[in-house]
């Protein structure tokens, strides 16, 4: 089921605003970009790069996922292992998207950046 209305327009603006906007320095766009793809509910930011061997393709490697229950309003966070399976990372859901991304650029684990 995707996004309600509201939470999608709010996700929208946060993660492209105020989020991947910020992320990657300006000098270094050309090698480096911070995305997002939304899909049912859930919001996954990527970093992108261009492919070693081929540097006109560019790759994605995912960083985290936030998945959005209906039942409460809250927002979970999970963490990709190097198979690109998600696991639930050990983090209280919250009501705010801003919550998560807060503890994934902290990245005390060293589970999202590396």
Not at 23 to 32: A, F, H, Y
Not at 51 to 62: A, E, G, L, T, Y
Not at 75 to 82: K, M, N, Q, V
Request: one cysteine or more; glycine letters at 4%; hydrophobic letters at 35%.
């Amino acid at each position: 089921m995707p996004l309600p209305k509201h939470v999608r327009d709010y996700v929208e603006r946060t993660m492209t605003v105020d989020y991947c906007a910020n992320r990657v320095s300006e000098r270094v766009r050309d090698r480096l970009r911070v995305g997002f793809q939304t899909r049912g509910n859930s919001v996954t930011p990527f970093e992108e790069r261009p492919q070693f061997q081929n540097p006109s393709h560019w790759i994605k490697v995912v960083i985290a996922q936030f998945r959005y229950n209906y039942a409460n309003g809250q927002w979970s966070l999970s963490c990709a292992d190097r198979n690109s399976r998600w696991h639930d990372y050990e983090f209280n859901a919250a009501r705010d998207i801003r919550t998560l991304l807060r503890e994934v650029d902290a990245d005390p684990t060293g589970i999202f950046w590396g």
